[in-house]
């Protein structure tokens, strides 16, 4: 645990000393919502594995711990440096045309428990991850207050209603904020706009999606959105996307199929903000919620991505009668192939050479007719003659064998007969 311990204190002595900066910008804002930025992190590292990010990482997106929209690239373990990209522009600008995968975490929605996400799944992959940061606002503290934590899955309406409040107090233009009015902010989540903004753009040519804890609320509510508005673009994606959920079973559109709902045996937290309806195609025998691999109960992220990864797409059972239902068409026999004579091949006169090597030589007497050489040799074999049925043969075979005398005798009396008493009478 000291590495995640070290980690995190690295985050928070930089946090620390960006806090001056961080107050000239929307001061009430940040004022009254610290401590839980504070507290949030703290969460992180107890159910994500951050000891996966550098101290130096750590440093550098303390500054952005709940910058809500945000977009992290994160290469595998030995890589390059993570990045951070303050907008969309940003992120393609940093090539993120090239990633395939896009991963958002939950919990404590902050930057560190993103990459740590982040790294996680890019050592399954092998290639980086983009990571959208859930972020924390005062529409997340609100309803945190009304149980959101608890009950993300249908609280999630209340959530949209105080996105006023950030809005109203000066909320950083993260993602893709500088895209969109006031109202369209308003309408829905920073966060779960800029993952539908980099759904939508062409750009990109997604294959995972990857969603924990609260990120997958934000991944569904995005892919419904695209559904609903971007038809085209929907189908396109429903036929080249993997979803993987992680600790929460949430429902994606009936578009996209390939969804693996992944639960700990032990989750109860998750189970809270699941959908009861939801069966859980992957069930992780004595997991809790968490990802962190110091502590025990956790869910290994890396390991279970790399087998499902590596393991091909299960094919609905629709479909696989659909196609056994297609007739195949049978090969064509002539029917005077049995009377062509076996065809042998003499282009190549080396190959013929090598196979009559592994011949036995046969005799050197010539064929009865010169004239007639049969391409396929058929010797006639005799059966074994019987013997004749002589008549010592037949009276051994017919004369039946003597019965053996057999002596009667009879049973026991069950009583000791008296005098004068005759057996049989």
């Known amino acids: 645990m000291f590495p995640s311990a070290f980690t995190h204190n690295i985050t928070q002595f930089a946090r620390t000393l960006s806090l001056p900066e961080r107050f000239q910008h929307s001061p009430i804002r940040n004022l009254s919502l610290e401590h839980l930025r504070r507290r949030n992190a703290t969460l992180d590292t107890l159910f994500y594995d951050v000891k996966c990010v550098t101290a130096e990482e750590a440093f550098y997106i303390s500054s952005c711990l709940a910058a809500e929209g945000a977009i992290l690239i994160v290469p595998p373990t030995g890589a390059d440096p993570l990045r951070l990209c303050d907008t969309v522009d940003d992120f393609f600008q940093a090539g993120g045309a090239t990633i395939e995968t896009l991963a958002i975490a939950g919990v404590g929605s902050s930057a560190l428990g993103s990459a740590a996400l982040g790294r996680n799944i890019a050592d399954a992959t092998g290639k980086p991850v983009a990571v959208v940061i859930s972020g924390y606002g005062l529409a997340d503290a609100v309803t945190e207050a009304m149980g959101g934590y608890f009950l993300f899955g249908y609280m999630n309406s209340v959530r949209h209603a105080f996105e006023?409040?950030?809005?109203?107090?000066?909320?950083?233009?993260?993602?893709?904020?500088?895209?969109?009015?006031?109202?369209?902010?308003?309408?829905?989540?920073?966060?779960?706009?800029?993952?539908?903004?980099?759904?939508?753009?062409?750009?990109l040519s997604l294959k995972l999606l990857v969603g924990h804890s609260k990120g997958n609320l934000v991944l569904s509510e995005a892919l419904y959105d695209l559904a609903e508005n971007e038809k085209e673009r929907a189908r396109q994606l429903a036929g080249a996307l993997k979803i993987v959920t992680i600790s929460a079973r949430i429902a994606m559109p009936p578009l996209f199929r390939d969804v693996i709902d992944i639960m700990g045996e032990w989750d109860w937290f998750g189970e809270l903000n699941s959908r009861k309806s939801i069966p859980s195609d992957r069930i992780v025998p004595q997991a809790l919620h968490h990802t962190n691999t110091e502590l025990p109960n956790h869910i290994p992220v890396t390991a279970l991505l790399s087998e499902l990864l590596s393991t091909p797409a299960i094919i609905p059972v629709a479909e696989q009668v659909q196609s056994l239902a297609v007739e195949k068409?049978?090969?064509?026999?002539?029917?005077?192939?049995?009377?062509?004579?076996?065809?042998?091949?003499?282009?190549?006169?080396?190959?013929?050479?090598?196979?009559?090597?592994?011949?036995?030589?046969?005799?050197?007497?010539?064929?009865?007719?010169?004239?007639?050489?049969?391409?396929?040799?058929?010797?006639?074999?005799?059966?074994?003659?019987?013997?004749?049925?002589?008549?010592?043969?037949?009276?051994?075979?017919?004369?039946?064998?003597?019965?053996?005398?057999?002596?009667?005798?009879?049973?026991?009396?069950?009583?000791?007969?008296?005098?004068?008493?005759?057996?049989?009478?």
């Open 164 to 203: 006023q409040l950030d809005e109203f107090f000066g909320r950083p233009q993260f993602g893709v904020a500088t895209r969109l009015s006031t109202d369209k902010l308003c309408q829905g989540s920073l966060d779960t706009q800029t993952v539908r903004a980099l759904l939508v753009d062409p750009r």
């Open 329 to 425: 068409p049978e090969a064509h026999i002539p029917a005077d192939a049995a009377e062509q004579p076996l065809a042998i091949d003499v282009a190549a006169p080396e190959m013929a050479e090598a196979r009559m090597d592994s011949v036995p030589e046969a005799s050197n007497e010539p064929p009865e007719e010169a004239g007639q050489q049969p391409d396929v040799m058929i010797e006639a074999v005799p059966l074994p003659s019987q013997p004749e049925d002589t008549r010592e043969t037949l009276l051994i075979t017919t004369t039946p064998a003597p019965a053996e005398e057999t002596k009667v005798v009879a049973a026991p009396l069950p009583f000791k007969p008296k005098r004068g008493f005759r057996r049989g009478k």
